[in-house]
């Protein structure tokens, strides 16, 4: 008589029949009335709670200074979901969820709150059975992290008992700078051990990105080419159509380099470039990507080989727009940068010599954030140059946004007579290769967070190495010059395009 299968356990990562399914645990969501609570976070919560990877005993708590009963609470996160939810809605989820919800009002400040705050954690202990399992998402501005955190302390509620664990998790900007960085890190600290901080880069959620591991350590075609001796250079863009929109107050001061260079595309270049890590864990792939950010170089003249700007008023996209200096909220005089461009070295044996470059924008020609790998041209070639005309160099494109995919463009021959070559291309896209929707990426981030697995958060490490590269740069602008102006729909300033023209090189146009 043959045995019966044991039951699957959910938490045991060798076991790749089902994905892995968060433990009883409780989500405390600071800054819950939030833009990205409202948008992102709350319907990330329930889309898991729909693909079954939150336990039934899962609670969220909402923390604000609204005067909300319980009722008021569920039917704003009713609302957030209904409206913004990557999943169909579903009444026997949302009752699932809702009986797991709590609100506790107060300030950020208010001691009494965090009061009432460990009551309410300790009674989903009883009633719920969360077992003292906590997280604590801090969707707050920065300023209000030392005061979060004290009054965390203060009430216990940072303390484990047992085999329980207590997580901070926190959005950027992790800091404004190296010395801001390190006072954030002592600040969290005293409340957390580093293993219980995870800090949100939502573009390392995303599924291209996660892509750019298995693309290059699960394949043996690519490995081989994926150096100087074969790579001219390696172009990483994110762009955007739209302003600043209603975030001066965040934007004014941040700038484009802060914003999105020192985390999102400082991550993604250290991915791109870093070497094989001994085995898929966070301590692995976090010390791979440190040694590539510690072996990162600025050109000594800053000169030419960075760039900044801000967009002008102008026309863009049959619409007249505002220039980022007339945008509500934002001084006349603001030396903050809407465009940011640099030229980075690797200075490593795989990648002496090749120039990483580096550029991010609002009010750009198109919305796209992508990754390409340019190699060299062919040595010699057997044809005439008239043959080779309209072919240029081969390109590996892994876009991570918005169609995410991947295209390989190289020189094909031209049906007919004649041997000529041109440009093709050949194009992988997710939503056409597989049947399954991409998980949002906060969905990817909250629920390893709540499981403890960090491959995907970046390191305080990590945070001090991007700043090191950053820091320079940031001194130079604020010390040299004013953000160049560039039109609204362009691809930015012409001192961008004139820091590649050196090189002999030019833009990609996604």
Same mark, same amino acid.
């Given at each position: 008589?043959?045995?019966?299968?044991?039951?699957?356990?959910?938490?045991? !990562?060798?076991?790749?029949?089902?994905?892995?399914?968060?433990?009883? =645990?409780?989500?405390?969501?600071?800054?819950?009335?939030?833009?990205?609570?409202?948008?992102?976070?709350?319907?990330?919560?329930? &889309?898991?709670?729909?693909?079954?990877?939150?336990?039934?005993?899962?609670?969220?708590?909402?923390?604000?200074?609204?005067?909300?009963?319980?009722? &008021?609470?569920?039917?704003?996160?009713?609302?957030?979901?209904?409206?913004?939810?990557?999943?169909? @809605?579903?009444?026997?989820?949302?009752?699932?969820?809702?009986? #797991?919800?709590?609100?506790?009002?107060?300030?950020?400040?208010? !001691?009494?709150?965090?009061?009432?705050?460990?009551?309410?954690?300790?009674?989903?202990?009883?009633?719920?059975?969360?077992?003292?399992?906590? $997280?604590?998402?801090?969707?707050? *501005? *920065?300023?209000?992290? *030392?005061?979060? =955190?004290?009054? /965390?302390?203060?009430?216990?509620?940072?303390?484990?008992?047992?085999?329980?664990?207590?997580?901070?998790?926190?959005?950027?900007?992790?800091?404004?700078?190296?010395a801001s960085a390190r006072e954030l890190s002592d600040v969290v600290g005293k409340a957390f051990d580093e293993s219980d901080v995870f800090r949100i880069d939502h573009y390392l959620g995303k599924e291209t990105v996660q892509n750019i591991l298995a693309i290059r350590f699960a394949n043996t075609m690519f490995e081989p080419l994926w150096k100087a001796n074969y790579v001219d250079h390696v172009q990483i863009t994110m762009a955007e159509e739209i302003g600043i929109g209603t975030r001066a107050g965040y934007y004014d001061g941040i700038g484009a380099a802060r914003d999105v260079i020192q985390n999102h595309l400082l991550q993604l270049l250290a991915l791109t470039a870093m070497e094989e890590p001994v085995r898929f864990t966070p301590e692995s792939l976090r010390a791979e990507k440190e040694k590539?950010?510690?072996?990162?170089? /600025?050109?000594?003249?800053?000169?030419?080989?960075?760039?900044?700007?801000?967009?002008?008023?102008?026309?863009?996209?049959?619409?007249?727009?505002?220039?980022?200096?007339?945008? &509500? +909220?934002?001084? $006349?005089?603001?030396?903050?940068?809407?465009?940011?461009? /640099?030229?980075? @070295?690797?200075?490593?044996?795989?990648?002496? +010599?090749?120039?990483?470059?580096?550029?991010?924008?609002?009010?750009?020609?198109?919305?796209?954030?992508?990754?390409?790998?340019?190699?060299?041209?062919?040595?010699?070639?057997?044809?005439?140059?008239?043959?080779? $005309?309209?072919?240029?160099?081969?390109?590996?494109?892994?876009?991570?946004? *918005? &169609?995410? #995919?991947?295209?390989?463009?190289?020189?094909?021959?031209?049906?007919?007579?004649?041997?000529?070559?041109?440009?093709?291309?050949?194009?992988?896209?997710?939503?056409?290769?597989?049947?399954?929707?991409?998980?949002?990426?906060?969905?990817? /981030?909250?629920?390893? $967070?709540?499981?403890?697995?960090?491959?995907?958060? %970046?390191?305080?490490?990590?945070?001090?190495?991007?700043?090191?590269?950053?820091?320079?740069?940031?001194?130079?602008?604020?010390?040299?010059?004013?953000?160049?102006?560039?039109? !609204? +729909?362009?691809?930015? %300033?012409?001192?961008?395009?004139?820091?590649?023209?050196?090189?002999?090189?030019?833009?990609?146009?996604?």
């Amino acid at each position: 008589m043959e045995s019966e299968s044991p039951t699957p356990d959910l938490h045991d !990562p060798r076991d790749r029949r089902l994905p892995h399914m968060a433990p009883p =645990c409780g989500l405390v969501l600071f800054g819950i009335t939030g833009d990205l609570a409202r948008k992102k976070l709350l319907p990330a919560i329930y &889309d898991l709670t729909n693909r079954g990877l939150l336990s039934p005993a899962f609670a969220l708590t909402g923390f604000a200074r609204r005067d909300w009963d319980r009722e &008021d609470f569920e039917e704003f996160v009713r609302s957030s979901i209904e409206n913004y939810s990557r999943t169909d @809605f579903n009444e026997r989820t949302w009752q699932q969820l809702a009986s #797991g919800l709590r609100f506790v009002s107060g300030s950020f400040d208010d !001691p009494d709150a965090y009061k009432r705050l460990a009551e309410t954690v300790a009674e989903l202990d009883q009633s719920r059975g969360t077992g003292g399992n906590h $997280a604590f998402y801090l969707s707050i *501005p *920065p300023r209000w992290f *030392p005061v979060v =955190c004290q009054n /965390l302390a203060d009430n216990g509620l940072n303390q484990r008992e047992g085999n329980a664990w207590r997580r901070v998790i926190i959005e950027k900007p992790f800091g404004q700078d190296l010395a801001s960085a390190r006072e954030l890190s002592d600040v969290v600290g005293k409340a957390f051990d580093e293993s219980d901080v995870f800090r949100i880069d939502h573009y390392l959620g995303k599924e291209t990105v996660q892509n750019i591991l298995a693309i290059r350590f699960a394949n043996t075609m690519f490995e081989p080419l994926w150096k100087a001796n074969y790579v001219d250079h390696v172009q990483i863009t994110m762009a955007e159509e739209i302003g600043i929109g209603t975030r001066a107050g965040y934007y004014d001061g941040i700038g484009a380099a802060r914003d999105v260079i020192q985390n999102h595309l400082l991550q993604l270049l250290a991915l791109t470039a870093m070497e094989e890590p001994v085995r898929f864990t966070p301590e692995s792939l976090r010390a791979e990507k440190e040694k590539i950010l510690s072996a990162l170089r /600025l050109p000594e003249d800053l000169a030419s080989t960075t760039a900044h700007g801000q967009y002008a008023a102008g026309w863009q996209g049959g619409a007249e727009v505002k220039g980022f200096l007339d945008e &509500d +909220g934002i001084p $006349a005089e603001s030396h903050t940068e809407t465009y940011a461009a /640099l030229k980075l @070295f690797v200075d490593t044996r795989r990648w002496a +010599g090749v120039p990483f470059y580096l550029r991010t924008g609002k009010r750009l020609g198109k919305r796209v954030t992508e990754i390409a790998v340019v190699f060299k041209r062919a040595a010699h070639v057997p044809f005439e140059n008239s043959d080779v $005309a309209e072919s240029g160099q081969n390109v590996l494109v892994i876009r991570v946004q *918005p &169609d995410e #995919g991947m295209t390989i463009k190289f020189g094909a021959k031209v049906p007919g007579t004649e041997m000529q070559v041109r440009d093709v291309t050949m194009d992988f896209n997710y939503g056409h290769a597989f049947t399954e929707d991409s998980p949002e990426a906060y969905e990817r /981030l909250i629920l390893d $967070a709540l499981v403890g697995s960090a491959p995907l958060f %970046p390191h305080q490490r990590e945070v001090e190495l991007s700043w090191q590269i950053l820091d320079p740069v940031l001194r130079y602008w604020a010390e040299r010059s004013a953000p160049e102006p560039y039109k !609204p +729909g362009s691809w930015g %300033p012409d001192s961008a395009h004139d820091m590649l023209a050196r090189d002999g090189r030019t833009w990609r146009i996604p």
